[in-house]
């Protein structure tokens, strides 16, 4: 196979650790197989300012980076990723904003991704391309003349087709997706939904198996649900950062059982949902009360983005009447944190947690519920409370499904959890590491690139559609 050449909007040195499951799964792959990293510097110059790539060695991997300017940024990534992609994609219609000027700064983008890693091809590479963020390059860089084979992988989910239809311009943006060889998904649902959009809105024929003819191009798509890198994270828990997190925690807790929730702070990770369950579970149950802590650390994330502001004061807000209505002089329900904890100190803060709430109300996959139970002691382990909207659940079936709409529902499975027997705790963690190791981040990985040979093979000589 030739070299990998990853594509993503976000980047990040693969020997540090990174908050996303994005940049944390693949800097896991590259770290393994070596190659090129390209993306988004993470800088905003001016716009008169070069637009030259930027090559950082990190270990095995190239990173090659290019900076954005102010209005490319926030039409590309505030606007239309962040403020008409991710709402709709995640079933949020009431959130998005369709102002027509964000479609060309995305388009400008990832031509100007396309424009600048053309160049630094090798006939022979692999080209991987990953998220929303980047939807149109492979026909950008098909458009340029590139030849190369091109995976794409959506990280977030993919809505049902009328939902789908509600962006203008959607019709181009599926389109798009045929100018890749092969596109992964990380649900069944997901890839039930593309079916679905491509038969009726596209009138696309099914080849066989997973493929699709439209616009004069066979695409294959399947799911590749994403995993984490098991070893690397009991090696992680073992570490002194999250062995002195764990101890540090077990003593400031020693009578109290905790709670944890860690999410970057978005509304489709259900924090005030979340909230409200568990106020519920408070006033339910006064004994409890003063035994369970509920420790949320909500990592900051795309602040300039109108509806992550109200997200923001909704939170604040509910955890301080939660504290204000049943906090004790020596007891706080709630310990809320608006920080990025570094990753390496989170297993030992999920090793010393009873139960994780792990509640979106939408999400691609949600790695965070993968490395809690990564992180747990298999004699005494935690159990996983876990929405059934994450892509996750198709795989953690005996976690404590929930639905976090169900305030009350999801209240009664806090206390299940809190009460849940030691031989039902094992039981069930048992069947979801055997889950978590055999779909891990290799296998997901090995998975998509071996599909993505497959496909090349007898695609050979078709012609290149132009958007
Ligand atoms: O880059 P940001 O705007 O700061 O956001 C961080 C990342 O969030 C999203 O992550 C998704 O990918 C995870 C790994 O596959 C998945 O578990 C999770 O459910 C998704 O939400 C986003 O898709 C990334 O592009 C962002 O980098
Ligand atoms: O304060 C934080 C919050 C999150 N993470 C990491 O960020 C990733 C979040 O990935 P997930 O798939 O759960 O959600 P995303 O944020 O990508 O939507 C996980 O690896 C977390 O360990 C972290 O290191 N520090």
Not at 142 to 159: E, T, V
Not at 199 to 213: I, K, L, N, S
Not at 383 to 408: H, I, K, M, W
Not at 435 to 441: A, L, P
């Amino acid at each position: 196979m030739g070299r990998l050449v990853v594509v993503s909007n976000r980047i990040a040195d693969p020997r540090q650790t990174a908050a996303g499951g994005l940049a944390v799964a693949l800097a896991e792959v590259l770290n393994s197989t070596g190659g090129m990293w390209f993306g988004w510097s993470g800088k905003i110059v001016d716009a008169t300012e070069s637009d030259d790539v930027v090559f950082k060695r990190a270990g095995p991997v190239t990173l090659a980076t290019v900076d954005l300017s102010q209005v490319d940024h926030d039409a590309f990534y505030l606007g239309y990723s962040n403020g008409v992609l991710w709402p709709v994609f995640h079933y949020r219609l009431d959130l998005a904003d369709f102002d027509a000027g964000y479609i060309t700064g995305y388009r400008r983008v990832n031509q100007l991704f396309a424009r600048k890693l053309l160049p630094l091809l090798r006939p022979d590479d692999i080209l991987w391309v990953h998220d929303y963020h980047l939807i149109p390059l492979a026909a950008e860089l098909r458009a340029l003349g590139c030849r190369q084979r091109i995976g794409f992988f959506l990280h977030i989910p993919l809505p049902p087709p009328l939902m789908l239809a509600a962006i203008p311009g959607h019709d181009w943006l599926i389109r798009a997706l045929f100018a890749y060889d092969l596109v992964g998904f990380q649900s069944k649902a997901d890839l039930d939904h593309f079916a679905r959009y491509v038969e009726t809105e596209a009138h696309a024929q099914p080849v066989d198996d997973g493929r699709w003819r439209a616009f004069g191009r066979t695409v294959q798509a399947g799911a590749f649900p994403i995993g984490i890198d098991v070893q690397e994270f009991n090696e992680l828990a073992r570490a002194p950062e999250a062995v002195e997190m764990y101890e540090r925690m077990r003593m400031e807790y020693s009578r109290r059982k905790l709670l944890v929730g860690v999410d970057r702070l978005d509304y489709s990770k259900g924090l005030p949902q979340r909230m409200r369950a568990f106020r519920e579970f408070l006033t339910k149950n006064p004994d409890l009360r003063s035994s369970a802590t509920l420790i949320q650390i909500a990592s900051p994330s795309r602040e300039n983005v109108g509806a992550y502001t109200e997200i923001l004061h909704e939170l604040e807000s509910l955890c301080g009447s939660i504290n204000g209505n049943f906090g004790e002089l020596d007891w706080m329900p709630v310990r809320y944190i608006h920080r990025t904890v570094a990753r390496a100190r989170l297993p030992g803060l999920y090793r010393a947690s009873r139960v994780a709430l792990v509640t979106p109300l939408r999400d691609g996959m949600n790695l965070v519920a993968k490395e809690f139970l990564a992180a747990q002691n298999e004699e005494d382990p935690g159990v996983l409370v876990l929405s059934r909207f994450a892509g996750a659940a198709e795989q953690l079936r005996e976690a404590l499904l929930v639905n976090p709409y169900d305030t009350e529902g999801t209240a009664a499975a806090i206390l299940l959890a809190l009460q849940m027997p030691l031989e039902e705790r094992r039981n069930r963690h048992r069947a979801l590491m055997e889950t978590i190791r055999r779909y891990d981040v290799h296998w997901w990985c090995d998975g998509f690139l071996v599909a993505l040979e497959r496909t090349m093979a007898e695609e050979k000589g078709t012609s290149w559609l132009r958007l």
